[in-house]
């Protein structure tokens, strides 16, 4: 550490005189210069300037006959030229180890048929231009939280805590700093990190969701804003049946009605175990999914959403439907977790269902057995036909996992030079299309496409498959517009993606990184669990008939009245009115 210090002070030195001398001042962008030790690793950076859109520092563009000018019209305010940014050589020096923990989608095991996770080829040819070995602990998502819950307890961290624990601690990420369980990066970045801290400066609005009151506890990826998923339909069935697109609730349960009576699927509307159906934008909230969410109303108001009119309504709706047959209580088994989500909707036993872009792709369509087997991607269904959402989903510019560092981590300026690694022109071009020659080639104009080990794959692999195991990383990087476009491998899906995400904005949702004080941490730990304890064991009683939705409301009212419900609310309507300037 202390040489790297002295080579950047002479650095700078020798630039400060070079200015001197010429008679110029002006920011310097960072720059990489990569010594990478495998010939086909470094072929991923072999066009980065083309296609990747790194976030520099920018260079200063002003005038110099303006500058003269205003040097004397102010003289004794010139201001001394700002520091370079410090430049990171890869492989970085001692080929340090890294223990992280993460805990990737279950398919991942499938894919990997037994071997390391690090051996995935974008994840391999990382480590060997960095000069970085990351070592591996694999968690299955359903218990990263108590695994997690352990580490914590029992003190025995990792060097990196993967993507997905900050935000999932329940004292918030700040807390992890305080707890002694992460160390806060803000002073190291500018100096280990130049490339990320160069995206902070030149980004004001991913600076505002990367950090929390002007502190780095996460390293974060930025994406390009798109929607995911939506609500889709079997298109075969719909042209079979002479059906128009809903576009309306009522229009809905008409279409549903009609299915059902013709095909009587297993689950004519898709429904799961965390009550997700495509529907929530129609009844406008943001779905609870295991935890307890808050957000504001119509009238401006923060709420609750489990204790929420709009969400009383969606139960009673998708009662209604239940009883109607449209879905069975084989929901309460369904999830993205327990890996047969999307194998219901594929395997041809539904009619209305919300998914992925990727599975426009008639690539995917195998499974049904069925070679009619169509499906289109429809608008959210709305309430009157009034099209807009204001509670998410059209995607965020900043990634919603972060990666933190703990302080059990013996090298952590080796951690940071990594994740810098990512950011740099070069990483960027490896994380948002793997390796040159195997997973994408450029043709004669420039522009990547992906090979057929992607588009074709012979061991069978559909798109998102291939791409996750030959491209993905799962490691933060600035996403490239080319990069988005290659996600969708066809114009039906980048306009499905395109459409959901044009009707949806954020209004409504809460900012993710709020910052609570200790009090307010304290509230929210001691009543946050049991309230959502109590809600998760009523909701899904609400759909099957076990309660009644007046039976609902009074739990409810015991939330009020006994479980402090109105008191975390207090809390996140001071934490947003602080967030908010108010």
């Known amino acids: 550490m202390k040489r790297r210090l002295i080579v950047y002070l002479l650095c700078l030195c020798m630039l400060l005189s070079l200015m001197a001398g010429c008679g110029a001042s002006g920011d310097t962008a960072s720059s990489v210069t990569a010594e990478p030790s495998s010939t086909e690793a470094n072929e991923a950076s072999a066009e980065p300037a083309a296609e990747v859109e790194a976030a520099p520092a920018e260079a200063s563009t002003a005038d110099p006959e303006e500058a003269v000018e ?27 180890t890294l223990t992280i923990t993460f805990a990737p989608p279950p398919y991942i095991a499938d894919l990997l048929q037994g ?43 990792p060097d990196i805590f993967g993507a997905g624990f900050g935000s999932g601690y329940s004292h918030g990420s700040w807390k992890l700093v305080e707890d002694d369980i992460v160390i806060e990066l803000t002073d190291l970045i500018p100096e280990y990190a130049p490339d990320y801290q160069a995206l902070l400066d030149s980004d004001p609005e ?79 909230f943001v779905n609870a999914l295991n935890y307890l969410s808050f957000q504001h109303d119509a009238d401006g108001n923060l709420i609750c959403v489990e204790a929420g009119d709009a969400f009383v309504d969606y139960l009673s ?13 084989d929901f309460l088994s369904i999830s993205r977790d327990n890996n047969n989500y999307d194998s ?46 204001h509670v998410g989903g059209g995607g965020d510019m900043r990634e919603s996992e972060g990666y933190c560092i703990s302080t059990s981590c013996s090298n952590p300026e080796a951690a940071l030079e990594f994740f810098n690694y990512c950011f740099t022109e070069e990483g960027q071009y490896l994380i948002n299309y793997g390796i040159e020659g195997q997973a994408h080639e450029v043709d004669e104009n420039g522009v990547i496409h992906w090979t057929e080990l992607i588009t074709n794959n012979p061991d069978g692999l559909d798109q998102n498959k291939a791409n996750t195991l030959y491209v993905k990383t799962f490691l933060p990087t600035i996403q490239s517009q080319r990069s988005m476009e290659l ?24 900012p993710t990184n709020l910052e609570f004080t ?65």
């Open 70 to 96: 205003a040097s004397a019209a102010e003289p004794e305010e010139a201001s001394a030229p700002e520091e370079a940014r410090p430049t990171i050589s890869y492989p970085i020096d001692g080929n340090p």
């Open 115 to 157: 071997e390391p996770f690090n051996t995935m080829p974008c994840l391999a040819a990382l480590q060997e231009n960095t000069g970085v070995t990351l070592d591996y602990t694999i968690y299955e998502r359903l218990n990263y939280e108590d695994k997690s819950s352990l580490m914590i307890a029992t003190g025995d961290y």
């Open 206 to 284: 991913f600076y505002s969701l990367a950090t929390t009151e002007d502190r780095v506890v996460e390293i974060f990826g930025k994406q390009i804003p798109n929607a995911r998923s939506g609500l889709c339909i079997r298109q075969d069935w719909f042209d079979a049946l002479g059906l128009s697109v809903p576009t309306t609730l009522d229009e809905l349960t008409d279409v549903l009605r009609a299915i059902h009576s013709e095909y009587n699927p297993k689950m004519t509307l898709l429904v799961n175990s965390g009550l997700e159906s495509g529907l929530e934008y129609t009844f406008g």
């Open 317 to 329: 709706q998708l009662h209604d439907y239940y009883e109607e047959g449209f879905f069975s209580d």
């Open 344 to 389: 219901t909707f594929l395997e041809g036993n539904c009619g209305v269902f919300s998914c992925g872009t990727d599975f426009l792709n008639p690539t995917n369509w195998h499974q049904s057995g069925d070679d009619t087997f169509a499906i289109t991607a429809i608008s959210d269904i709305t309430m009157d036909g009034t099209v807009g959402s």
């Open 487 to 510: 996600k969708y491998s066809s114009e039906t899906e980048m306009n499905a993606a395109l459409d959901w995400a044009s009707h949806r904005d954020t209004a409504w949702t809460m």
């Open 518 to 582: 200790s009090e307010e941490q304290d509230t929210i730990n001691r009543y946050a669990s049991d309230l959502s304890t109590m809600f998760l064991e009523n909701m899904p009683k609400v759909v099957l008939g076990d309660i009644t939705v007046d039976g609902y409301r009074d739990v409810i009212q015991a939330a009020y009245d006994e479980m402090h419900l109105q008191d975390l609310i207090d809390v996140y309507t001071a934490a947003y009115a602080r967030y908010a300037g108010e």
